[in-house]
């Protein structure tokens, strides 16, 4: 069973910065890609904010966090990274990691495809 694990998150003030990493594991652990997400509030839907291909680090961002976050890799690891800068108060939600199946066409873009495995996730808060 794939195993993800984020860490990072916590309480800022607006305009600082914050690095969520996602470690992946798992002897079935062949996704193409790994994507974070965000959902504001309980009941609200989990929303993408960026994602990356392992081949080819293909990225997505979301619009509203275009220029302000960064997903980065490190294959070697399976870690993902998401650099958040600027932070904004409604970027204040629980962010999560997630994976596609292994079973899952391979795409160009790492958005086009459906997350099946998901981490715990990790509470981000930005108060004024």
């Known amino acids: 069973q794939v195993l993800l694990e984020e860490s990072g998150g916590g309480l800022v003030q607006a305009g600082s910065s914050l690095r969520l990493s996602c470690a992946a594991s798992?002897?079935?652990?062949?996704?193409?890609?790994m994507g974070w997400f965000r959902q504001a509030a309980p009941g609200k839907e989990r929303e993408i904010v960026a994602?990356?291909?392992?081949?080819?680090?293909?990225?997505y961002y979301a619009d509203d966090v275009k220029g302000r976050f960064a997903i980065s890799k490190v294959n070697a690891n399976h870690t993902v990274y998401l650099q958040m800068n600027n932070l904004k108060l409604e970027d204040t939600a629980v962010y999560y990691c997630?994976?596609?199946?292994?079973?899952?066409?391979?795409?160009?873009?790492?958005?086009?495809?459906?997350?099946?495995?998901w981490g715990q996730g990790t509470q981000v808060t930005v108060s004024s």
């Open positions: 997630g994976a596609p199946g292994f079973w899952r066409p391979i795409r160009d873009r790492p958005e086009d495809t459906i997350y099946d495995d």
């Open positions: 798992g002897p079935t652990f062949h996704s193409y890609a």
């Open positions: 994602a990356i291909t392992w081949s080819s680090g293909t990225t």
